[in-house]
């Protein structure tokens, strides 16, 4: 008897001890290293920014919040239409981390860009996870091809927070030399 009113109740428990709410999925965080490409080769055209928009879509679809570490030229930009592929994941929420090796990587007009400053593709993918999991994606904006002067600056707004982190390890790094 005891036993037919606890095998009724255990359903009961698993439902309620059950979150409410499912939890975010993880962060999602891929490197990009330099594209190959060459101004007098037509083939390759078009070739960074279908990579660019191939890795963010495979990691939209295994995770929640979405970021890039992008190895760049001396500049940190990327050949082959991938700054343009860039700008445009980063209006839609995701969160691009530039390394340029042996340079400073270059402004971009809109501030849509985290600088790594002297951190290594590694340890920015880790940190970017991190800062992800903390303070979750970027808002988005409604139409990535025209976003308005609220949405740029929301963006902005909290990649703040991402910036001070990469820019607090990349000192601490620099000091430890």
């Known amino acids: 008897m005891y036993r037919r009113r606890f095998l009724r109740i255990v359903p009961w428990l698993v439902l309620l001890s059950a979150p409410l ?3 975010p999925a993880p962060a999602g965080v891929a490197i990009l290293g330099p594209v190959a490409w060459s101004p007098a080769d ?6 960074g920014e279908f990579e660019v ?3 963010v879509a495979q990691l939209q679809r295994q995770s929640g919040a979405v970021g890039l570490v992008c190895v760049g ?3 940190g930009n990327r050949a082959g239409g991938g700054e343009r592929a860039l700008v445009r994941a980063a209006r839609a929420g995701v ?4 390394l340029a090796p042996g340079g400073a990587v270059a402004p971009c007009a809109d501030g849509l860009f985290l600088d790594g400053g002297a951190l290594g593709a590694e340890e920015a993918r880790r940190i970017l996870g991190a800062a992800l999991a903390r303070h ?5 904006a409604a139409d990535a091809e025209r976003p308005t002067a609220g ?6 707004a909290h990649l703040a927070h991402f910036q001070t982190l990469l ?5 601490a790094r620099y000091a430890a030399r």
Request: cysteine-free; proline content about 9%.
């Open 21 to 23: 709410r499912a939890d």
């Open 42 to 47: 037509p083939g390759r055209t078009g070739a």
């Open 53 to 55: 928009f191939l890795r």
């Open 73 to 75: 030229d001396r500049h």
């Open 95 to 98: 969160v691009v981390v530039k």
């Open 136 to 140: 979750g994606p970027l808002p988005a």
């Open 151 to 156: 949405e740029l600056a929301s963006i902005r």
């Open 167 to 171: 820019t607090a390890a990349a000192g």
